[in-house]
Structures are given as C-alpha cells and as structure tokens.
C-alpha cells in the first residue's frame, strides 16, 4: 500500500469511527426539533412514457435512467445517485421512511432469517429516509455499479476494512458529528431512528470534498408496452423464511404491484399474515411498477457464519412481474461499472415498465411453484 493510499484509509477510517464513537443524541420527538423538514407530500407519479431508453428525445424531458421517468426536477440528474441501508426489523419499527420514493430498492438475505433493503434514490430526494442500518457485502457491487455514495450505520470489522480499501472509499458516509442536520435522530417511540434527509446531503459533500459529479448510468430499458410471452401474475409471493415474507399484488387501476408485508412469524410456512406496506414519511403504499426476482449465488464469506456475499456479476434466471404477467428472463451485468439489466434467453434487451422496480435476491438454488396466477418463490438457504 502506498503511503497516500495509507493515510487516506486511516483518515477515511478516523473520520467514520469519530462518528460511530460520537454519543448518541439524546431522545427527541419532532423532527422540526433538529431543523429538518417535515414529511414530504405524496409524490406526484408522471405518467408513463414508452421511451425504450433513458436517453431524452430533443424536445422532451430529460428522462431518468434508473426509471425511464422524467425526474422529479432536471437538477436531480446532474449528480451521484445514492444507496441507503434501511432496516427491516424489527418488525415493531415498522413501517420504514421514504422507500416509496426511491427508483430502485434491494431486498436481500443478510442472516438468521432476516432481510435488508438497499434503496437506491436518484431521480427524487426525500427529507425522510431510514431507519438507517448496517452495510453487508452485497452492498459492494451495487455501489460500484450505480456509482452511488453509501450511507449506512457499521459493518462487520471484515467488511469494514473491505470498504475503507474499495475505489468508492470516498463516498462512505455514516453518522457523525459532521454529517448533521442531513443525518438526523428521530426518537417517536423510544427507538432513536437514525435518518437521512436526502436534500441536505449536498452540504455534507461539500464539507468532506466528495464528488458529487453526474455518472454514466444508462443500460436499462423501458417501455409503456409489456414485452409478448408473459404468462398472468396477480400475484407474486416472495418468502426468505419462517418470519421474513411478502406479497405483491397486482392493482390494475394503478398498474403497479402493491407490497403486503409479513405481520407474524410463520415458522410452518402454512399460515402467513400479511399487512399492507405503507411508508411512513407521507402515508403511501409500497408499490412498484416492476416486481423482479433474481437467482444469484450467494457464498459464505466465512464458514460456519451466516455472512454472504454476491458479486452479482455474470448472468443468470430472472423472473420480471409488470402489467399483471410475468416474464422469465436473465440478470445480466458483464463487469463492475456496468448497471443490472434484464435480457431474453438471445440476449436482447427485455425493457421494464417505466417508474419504481423492486429486486428480490435470492440464492440461485431457490424453488418456484406456480398456482395458476400466482407465483410463489422461496429463498433456499446457503448449505
């Protein structure tokens, strides 16, 4: 290692754990409390656009490329995307800030039977967005291939030297005592939420010298029109254990899949209880436009722990649920600046329904079963 590269790990790394040591502050209610706006409005959903790319016509919108969408203001595209940890229990803190809102989000296995979300906001910035959690090794590739900044609470110490040494090492921010009032404590129910608001972020950069400089992003394509061969999908139910579970159903008025959440532990896996996912910083249901499974090969980092990592590189099954059908496709991402994109079986572009898409990551030697119009896939655990 070369004595530059040394002192910025060790700056990098002064900086972080001066943040992790900090005291956390104490127990607060409002959030007007630490200067931070309130709750967003209801996000306004533009109508969809059947542009096969992201690129924008001469006389239109600039489109963004992670949803085929005009974004909420052009400004937002001239800068880095970025990629939240947000918690999924307990389930007592439920429902989460600001996932409605992001244009991609992640759900993953981390361990003991329980999933994380990594939400990845472009084209909109929430005020509210968390709670905010740790950072897992899965989280790599998806840095490196949205060219995004991280925000996340810790890691394991293997991971943590993992990220000090990766080419993204300068766009790693966690809580400390420069990062307010964009990192913030919230503290309704004795939980003291750690969040984000994704508005003041641009202050945090500054102070830190962080490039903050728009990335080449496009790969995806969308289209208004569902792709031919699809087979019907009312619902899509997507179970990882005995206590992590969820349902998408599909909502022809809106033309979105709606997220129903597990409401109990369900460790026969014959008696499910589901709950409508809603976001808590403007009331909204979850939902997204395209519901996407993908079989990737999950290994252990460590024998005999449950630590996982996934390059996410190469190709492999996907099942692609829009417009209340489901296609079966590929995952394709041939190196690591490249985005995740979807193709057929000849390796032409499968395009997405504009608007939000939600990626379930499931080891590739889980099991699917059909019944009739709906589709049940099921997490098979690591040997």
């Not at 096969?52 to 006389?59: E, N, V, W």
């Not at 005592?177 to 003291?192: C, I, Q, S, V």
């Not at 569902?226 to 009312?234: H, L, S, T, V």
Request: hydrophobic share 40%.
């Amino acid at each position: 290692m070369n004595p530059l590269h040394a002192f910025a790990k060790t700056f990098l790394a002064a900086v972080l754990l001066l943040g992790a040591c900090a005291p956390a502050p104490a127990a607060l209610t409002p959030i007007a409390a630490l200067n931070a706006p309130s709750a967003p409005a209801a996000p306004t959903q533009p109508s969809p656009t059947a542009a096969p790319t992201a690129a924008a016509a001469p006389s239109g919108p600039a489109l963004n490329p992670l949803t085929g969408l005009p974004p909420a203001a052009p400004e937002l595209l001239e800068r880095r995307p970025v990629l939240v940890k947000v918690q999924n229990v307990p389930r007592e803190d439920r429902p989460q800030w600001g996932l409605s809102q992001a244009d991609l989000v992640f759900e993953y296995y981390i361990e003991y039977g329980d999933t994380r979300f990594a939400a990845l906001f472009y084209g909109q910035q929430p005020t509210a967005v968390g709670p905010i959690r740790s950072a897992r090794h899965i989280d790599i590739p998806l840095v490196q291939m949205y060219k995004s900044f991280l925000i996340f609470g810790g890691a394991y110490d293997e991971l943590f030297d993992l990220l000090l040494e990766s080419d993204f090492q300068e766009r790693l921010i966690r809580e400390g005592p420069n990062t307010a009032p964009a990192l913030f404590r919230y503290d309704p129910t004795g939980r003291n939420s750690l969040l984000v608001n994704l508005s003041l972020l641009p202050e945090v950069y500054q102070r830190y010298g962080m490039d903050n400089s728009p990335q080449e992003l496009g790969g995806m394509t969308f289209s208004a029109d569902p792709p031919a061969g699809a087979e019907r999908a009312e619902r899509v139910f997507v179970r990882f254990s005995g206590g992590m579970y969820n349902r998408w159903d599909y909502d022809p008025a809106s033309g979105r899949y709606l997220r129903f959440a597990d409401a109990q532990d369900d460790l026969n896996r014959d008696k499910p209880v589901y709950t409508a996912a809603v976001d808590r910083a403007n009331g909204q249901p979850i939902g997204a436009e395209n519901v996407v499974v993908l079989w990737v090969p999950y290994e252990r980092v460590k024998a005999g722990a449950e630590v996982y990592q996934a390059d996410l590189l190469g190709s492999g099954p996907a099942y692609l649920a829009r417009d209340g059908q489901l296609l079966r496709v590929r995952w394709q991402r041939g190196a690591a600046e490249d985005v995740l994109r979807l193709v057929d079986e000849s390796g032409q572009p499968v395009p997405l329904k504009p608007g939000q898409t939600w990626f379930s990551l499931l080891e590739d030697d889980s099991s699917l079963r059909q019944e009739g119009a709906d589709w049940h896939f099921i997490f098979q655990p690591v040997p």
